[in-house]
Nanobody, 126 residues
């Protein structure tokens, strides 16, 4: 059982940066692929970035490539999303997710993803 808790969201000006963190409380964190998703107001949830269990594979959504970076620290049971060059359209609730299958995260198989955090709000002002 994994419990995921996000932090690090807030209000930032366009062009700024934030580091989002996700803390996992289970004992098997290192066996899970992890990902970040986001849901802008009034829109569908979308895949942002994913990382497999040993960091050997990372994927990004097209809208964040080159600006966002996902990292994980298995010793600390943490996953991070470094966001740079933020734009107003990055405004969303950002969710951390964990699944035993990296492909399931990358394909945004929402109904079957094992664990979700409660989300953290990121607001980018213009």
């Amino acid at each position: 059982q994994e419990k995921l808790v996000e932090s690090g969201g807030g209000l930032v000006q366009a062009g700024g940066s934030l580091r989002l963190s996700c803390a996992a409380s289970g004992r098997t964190f290192s066996s899970y692929a992890m990902a970040w998703f986001r849901q802008p107001p009034g829109k569908e949830r979308e895949f942002v970035a994913g990382i497999n269990y040993d960091s050997s594979n990372r994927r990004y959504g097209d809208s964040v490539k080159g600006r966002f970076t996902i990292f994980r620290d298995n010793a600390k049971s943490m996953v991070y999303l470094h966001t740079n060059s933020l734009k107003p359209e990055d405004t969303a609730v950002y969710y951390c997710a964990a699944d035993g299958r990296f492909r399931r995260l990358v394909r945004s198989d929402y109904r079957n993803i094992d664990y979700w955090g409660q989300g953290t709000q990121v607001t980018v002002s213009s």
